[in-house]
């Protein structure tokens, strides 16, 4: 996003690597799951799409 401000963002970059590895980690595969299990749910929940109209009935 282009809203935050270079000093926000280093702020937020000092706090992140302060954070052990482990725990960086931890916190981008809980992230990469919650983003999988959302598209998962999405796809379960969208309608297939229509067919094309054809002539032929």
């Given at each position: 996003m282009?809203?935050?401000s270079p000093e926000i963002k280093k702020i937020?970059?000092?706090i992140?690597?302060?954070k052990p590895p482990e725990e960086r980690?931890?916190?981008a595969l809980e992230d990469n799951e919650a983003q999988?299990?959302?598209w998962r749910e999405l796809k379960k929940n969208l309608r297939p799409p229509l067919q094309p109209?054809?002539?032929e009935l």
């Open positions: 282009e809203d935050t937020h970059l000092k992140w690597l302060a980690l931890r916190i999988f299990a959302l109209l054809t002539d």
